[in-house]
């Protein structure tokens, strides 16, 4: 994929909703790290926890 320019800048952060099995899919498969977004909201903040706890158990578990 070639490095493309975009009309935000990279000091900027872009708001955006992801469907939360998308998300966990992205996480669990490696393609996205917690790191690498925020939450905006509580309840949001809360799902997330809840989905990373479930996920490191799963891992545990294995």
């Known amino acids: ?6 009309l935000v800048s990279s000091d900027h952060a872009i708001h955006l909703a ?3 099995n998308r998300l966990e899919t992205l996480i ?6 917690v790191t690498d977004f925020s ?3 509580t309840s949001s903040k809360r799902g997330v ?5 479930s996920l490191a158990a ?5």
């Open 18 to 20: 992801i469907d939360p």
């Open 28 to 33: 669990r498969n490696g393609n996205l790290n």
């Open 1 to 6: 994929m070639k490095n493309q320019r975009y």
């Open 49 to 53: 926890w809840a989905m990373l706890r």
């Open 58 to 62: 799963s891992r545990l578990r294995q």
């Open 39 to 41: 939450c905006l909201d």
